[in-house]
């Protein structure tokens, strides 16, 4: 029996839209090219946040938020100016971002519950802005943890498909490749591909491209959730824009390999419109993971605003520039500064005092406790003494750091880890000693050290985020650390264009009929929702939001 919807694609995206169409009673046929290992995609590696809006944990916390705060620091952060004529790229990724606010001031935490989707206490202050309230970032801490961080928030969806599986209403079609649209007087009305061979690689490990033969699938509906292209770096150099200077010699990767973009070649051969593809959203403070799944696999560090953060030439990096921030107006200073752009790293000094307080890595398996999901778990790891095992680990194993009871020695050592010594240990003590000096006073004119008094004052990052003012030459905080960061591929902000309906648009922008787009490979909605910028716990949000958008539409459309 013909499948009434193929979905392409056994990410988060995928499974919410499989949920929506197998709730009400359709057919399903899902399509992967990878293994059973990996379904629930990107999602079941991060760290699970979620960008919610005037949400009970927010006011326990003593957060006032509303949607009109949210919009005006969404619209700020994305900056649209692709909008001049009915065609404009930007024209269906305001309307998508405006309606993913609303979904996240409104139904989502209530969908979330439903689908058993449970939040921690926690909610984080990420991207804290550019500092002018019109601008990027945000306005109030709004990133909510899931219980289990990225497995909590697949895992539920992943059982509500299984169970769509035994009532007949879900086939999965694992290691089947898609290379074709198959298109009907104008209208997709299937696809067609080549199976690939057993793997029983780990999830996220690479797995092999061997052909077995061919499949075909047909269906009057087919939605694209196939991500984007992180985990290919010529791809993300081919897009990468001149507002960013020159792309790194030598990049990190956040994604698995097979996040590799080829299904947006495959829609556009066939007539869809991909918009924005210049919009990259690759951070800035990536480590080598000395435990690797993928070729070259980053973690990135969720920093807290208190390290000192240098560039390759040890120079203390301007505001906006500063942790935990500002990613993209850090890439352009790191990319655009003439002497800088020969290097492909930068640094932070921190001392031990606030490795243990402030480091936190993003990821489910960077965060055994929260992934557990239990509390007794959670309390005996963040409230032990010392950092969590996973950073601990990284400063044992991990290429990327170095330790030291004196500032001296750690240059000394972070030079090592160079090819050439380029810090100047002269000048590196003057920028410590600078930042030290205004630690005497509950007040300062130095904007990083008036940003962690700041934060201080947030009783969420006073509690778990945020250390205790001091000097980083202080022998009671130490030893010293030195971290070198380097920029890794994550995400993609442009996509193929879609309307409300997550319908795929075609050139002249009317509906590519029977083909859907949702998650990244739409842009995370109309082929750009986040803009320029994203305030993120926003990437797994727009999964979600296109995901069931797609789903409902989809349903209603056979």
Known sequence: MEPDAIIVGGGLAGLVAADELTTAGRRVALVDQETPANLGGQAWWSFGGLFLVDSPEQRRLGVRDSFDLAWSDWSGSAGWDRLGGALADDVWAVRWGRAYVEFAAGEKRRWLRSRGIRLTPMVGWAERGDGRADGHGNSVPRFHVAWG????????????????????????????????????????????????????????????????????????????????????????????????????????????????GRMLDIAADAGARVVNQDRLWCYVEGLKNWNPVWPRHAIRVLPGPSALWLDALGRRLPAPALPGFDTLSTLRHLRTTPDLAGYDHSWFILTQAILEKEFALSGSEQNADLTSGRWLEVLRTRLAPGATPEVEAFKRQGEDFVVADDLDTLVERMNALTAQPLLDPALVRRQVEARDSQFSNPFSKDVQVRAIHDARRYLGDRLARVARPHRLLDPAAGPLIGVRLRILTRKSLGGLQTDLDSRVLRPDGSVFEGLYAAGEAAGFGGGGAHGYNALEGSFLGGCIFTGRAAGRAMSVDL
């Open 149 to 260: 961080t990225g497995t909590g928030v697949t895992a539920p969806l992943v059982a509500r498909a299984r169970e769509a599986e035994t009532r007949g209403l879900l086939t999965f079609h694992h290691r089947c490749r898609v290379d074709t649209l198959t298109i009907e007087a104008g209208r997709v009305t299937g696809v067609e591909g080549v199976r690939l061979a057993p793997d029983a690689a780990p999830r996220g490990a690479p797995t092999n491209r061997r052909v077995t033969g061919a499949f075909n699938l047909s269906a009057p509906v087919v939605l694209l959730a196939t991500g984007g292209i992180g985990g290919d770096h010529a791809r993300v150099r081919r897009h990468w824009p001149d507002r960013l200077g020159r792309p790194p010699r030598d990049m990190l990767t956040g994604v698995p390999a097979h996040v590799d």
